[in-house]
């Protein structure tokens, strides 16, 4: 057994996608139940993974599946019909700085094959988002482009009220002299505010090809 690495994860669920494509799965045919299927995908991986690997393994209490500190990664599972997830909300902060944590997405289309009664997967993007890609795609534009036009304070007060950023002036204020000693990195998702964060990973999806910060493994 060798112990798991951020590359050996990433080659991995590329091996496992095929892998799984060819897995008929009896008790998931017609299933309509999202959080059934991501929770098997998502089993069938970690099995996958501890024939070779020795890894951290996480709970729920941690938070994330892979919350050792070299690899620090979650993944998520979803389908290619509507790809989005569901993640706690901690602060405003996550949508401008990103979830803290690396996201490891797999967007699968499910079949069911009537003859055989059984389910089957097609992966149609696996995607490794760096933490630093993981913030809201449009609010950090908006803010570098705010601080590329020279923009204070008030400008990026004024654009956390206009996208209602989860907080109140204390939090605001804060959140502006952060960005301007700091400014955020490009994120990549779409993150709805709710009482947990909305992660819409469309834009992932429809990327042809990897850029810094995200790797397409498919």
């Known amino acids: 057994m060798i112990e798991l690495t951020l590359e050996a994860l990433k080659i991995e669920a590329k091996n496992f996608c095929k ?11 017609g299933s309509t139940d999202g959080k059934a299927v ?8 970690k099995k996958y993974l501890s024939k070779r690997y020795t890894f951290q393994n996480g ?10 500190n070299k690899i620090l990664t979650d993944i998520k599972v979803t389908s290619a019909k509507q790809p989005q997830s569901s993640c706690p909300f901690k602060s405003a902060r996550e949508k ?20 055989t009664k059984t389910a089957s997967f097609k992966f149609v ?11 809201d795609y449009q609010t950090t534009r908006q803010i ?42 490009q994120g990549y998702l779409t993150i709805s505010n709710a009482l947990q964060w909305r992660l819409q990973y ?7 090809y990897s850029i810094e910060g995200i790797d397409k493994i498919i």
């Open 59 to 68: 709970n729920s209490a941690k938070g994330i599946d892979f919350p050792d």
């Open 125 to 135: 993007c696996c995607a490794f988002i760096d933490k630093d890609r993981t913030a």
């Open 96 to 115: 401008i700085y990103g979830l803290g944590y690396n996201l490891l997405l797999f967007v699968y289309e499910k079949y069911d094959d009537h003859a």
């Open 38 to 45: 991501g929770t098997y995908i998502e089993h069938e991986f």
């Open 144 to 185: 570098n482009q705010i601080l590329k036009n020279d923009g204070n304070m008030d400008d990026l007060i004024a654009l956390f009220e206009d996208r209602n950023i989860p907080g109140d002036e204390i939090v605001y204020t804060q959140l502006a002299e952060e960005i301007l000693s700091n400014p955020p990195k």
């Open 202 to 208: 469309g834009r992932i999806v429809g990327l042809e």
């Open 19 to 29: 892998f799984q494509e060819n897995v008929k799965v009896p008790h998931l045919y």
